[in-house]
C-alpha cells in the first residue's frame, strides 16, 4: 500500500504568484532533520533538503538555519561564485514557514487560491513548511568579499 502525501497544489501556486518565485513544500522529517533552535544559528547539510540543487550549480561553503520567535526559521545558503569576484561569496535567503495553519496570512491565501481548508489542506498544512527564497537584494546583503559567519549573515537580514 501507498502512503500518499496530500499535495495543495493551488496554494503553492498562489504562494509563488505572490512571493514572485517557486516556493516548495517542505516535509516535517526535513524539518527535523534540520536541528533547529530557537535564535541560535546551527549548520545543515542541504544534500537532505528541497535545496540540495543548488549544491549541483555551485560549490556551497555553509548553510546555516535559524528558528525565529514568529513561527518561521530563515535558512541561509553561502555558495562560492567566482565569477562575481571580488564579491565571490553569495548569499541566498529563504524563510520557512513552519506552522501553516497559524501563519496569519494563510486564510487569505488559501481563499486566494480558489480552494479551501477541508481535510487534505489540513493534512498539507500538518505534513509540510513552506520554503521561500528571497530575491537578492531584498533586505540581505547578497554578496560578500570574505566568508561570512552566521551572525553577519543573519545580521544583515535585520535580524539579530
Known amino acids: 500500500m ?19 518565485f ?3 513544500a517542505v516535509s516535517r522529517e526535513d524539518i527535523q532533520r534540520l536541528g533547529l533552535q530557537p535564535e541560535i544559528a546551527v549548520p545543515f547539510d542541504i544534500t537532505h533538503t528541497p535545496l540540495a540543487d543548488v549544491a549541483k550549480d555551485s560549490t556551497i561553503i555553509a548553510a546555516y538555519a535559524r528558528k525565529d520567535d514568529s513561527g518561521t526559521a ?6 562560492d561564485d567566482r565569477k562575481d569576484a571580488p564579491d565571490f561569496v553569495n548569499a541566498d535567503l529563504y524563510t520557512l514557514t513552519l506552522d501553516l495553519l497559524t501563519h496569519p496570512e494563510f486564510p487569505r491565501r488559501v481563499e486566494g487560491a480558489s480552494t479551501c481548508c477541508n481535510e487534505n489542506m489540513a493534512t498539507f498544512a500538518a505534513e509540510n513548511g513552506i520554503l521561500a527564497k528571497h530575491r537578492a537584494g531584498d533586505g540581505f546583503r547578497h554578496r560578500w568579499p570574505f ?7 543573519f545580521t544583515s537580514t535585520g535580524d539579530k
Not at 74 to 79: D, K
Not at 147 to 153: D, G
Open 74 to 79: 530563515r535558512l541561509v545558503v553561502l555558495r
Open 22 to 24: 517557486n516556493v516548495v
Open 147 to 153: 566568508v561570512p559567519s552566521a551572525e553577519q549573515v
Open 2 to 20: 501507498t502512503n500518499k502525501r496530500a499535495d495543495a497544489p493551488r496554494l503553492r501556486a498562489y504562494w509563488t504568484r505572490e512571493a514572485g
